[in-house]
Nanobody, 123 residues
Framework: QVRLEESGGGSVQAGGSLRLSCAVY????????MSWFRQSPGKEREGVVT??????TKYADPVKGRFTISKDNAETLVLQINNAKPEDTAMYYC??????????????????WGQGTQVTVSS
């Protein structure tokens, strides 16, 4: 019954920054692997970054050095986007799965999803 809800998306020029938030509602005491995915029109949903229960992170190559995942508290997951690029344009989704360690960031391995927040980066 855990529910995820993203916010913070919007339009930004290349080189700009955005802060995406994922509010977690429900049993926040459970141990989850958390992640951010993104999907562009006509493309498959791809994993951006994962954060496991031990604080370990794994970033996809295109976002390394520019994106940062963090937790404000037990109820809020954050994705900081810096130096945004046009290719970052996508719908961004917060996702979770009940396990301490994160699996490879495949859509089928996550069973808790938010509705997404749109990020548009202009040249």
């Amino acid at each position: 019954q855990v529910r995820l809800e993203e916010s913070g998306g919007g339009s930004v020029q290349a080189g700009g920054s955005l802060r995406l938030s994922c509010a977690v509602y429900g049993d926040t005491g459970l141990t989850f692997c958390m992640s951010w995915f993104r999907q562009s029109p006509g493309k498959e949903r791809e994993g951006v970054v994962t954060l496991d229960a031990y604080g370990r992170t794994k970033y996809a190559d295109p976002v390394k050095g520019r994106f940062t995942i963090s937790k404000d508290n037990a109820e809020t997951l954050v994705l900081q986007i810096n130096n945004a690029k046009p290719e970052d344009t996508a719908m961004y989704y917060c996702a979770g799965v009940l396990r301490r360690q994160c699996p490879p960031p495949l859509v089928t391995d996550f069973n808790r999803w938010g509705q997404g927040t749109q990020v548009t980066v202009s040249s």
